[in-house]
Nanobody, 114 residues
Framework: VQLQASGGGLVQPGGSLRLSCAASGSIFSFKAMGWYRQAPGKQRELVATFISGGSTYYADSMKGRFTISTDNAKNTVYLQMNSLKPEDTAVYYC?????????WGQGTLVTVSS
């Protein structure tokens, strides 16, 4: 399984970005698929994820600002990030979990700064 993340960049506080994660195979095969992030000097944390069966999970600090969605035809998961704050600055990683293991994309840097 290969995951290709894209969409990061520099944005001002209050701005928006949309991250994309394209999988090499069908996302229906995954038990879970979503996004993590790691800020400088901090541990990697879960941002949002889809869980097989249709449920979604958001970390508390992202609820109401971030939205995870999928395009099944493109085997792609998106993370729409609105009302961005400087503390959202991090490398964002795409993750997928299948019966064979956990897979990571290469990460995309999001910098929120004026």
């Amino acid at each position: 399984v290969q995951l290709q993340a894209s969409g990061g960049g520099l944005v001002q506080p209050g701005g928006s970005l949309r991250l994309s994660c394209a999988a090499s195979g069908s996302i229906f095969s995954f038990k879970a698929m979503g996004w993590y992030r790691q800020a400088p000097g901090k541990q990697r944390e879960l941002v949002a994820t889809f869980i097989s069966g249709g449920s979604t999970y958001y970390a508390d600090s992202m609820k109401g600002r971030f939205t995870i969605s999928t395009d099944n035809a493109k085997n792609t998961v998106y993370l729409q990030m609105n009302s961005l704050k400087p503390e959202d600055t991090a490398v964002y990683y795409c993750n997928a979990v299948s019966g064979r293991g956990s897979y990571w994309g290469q990460g995309t840097l999001v910098t929120v700064s004026s």
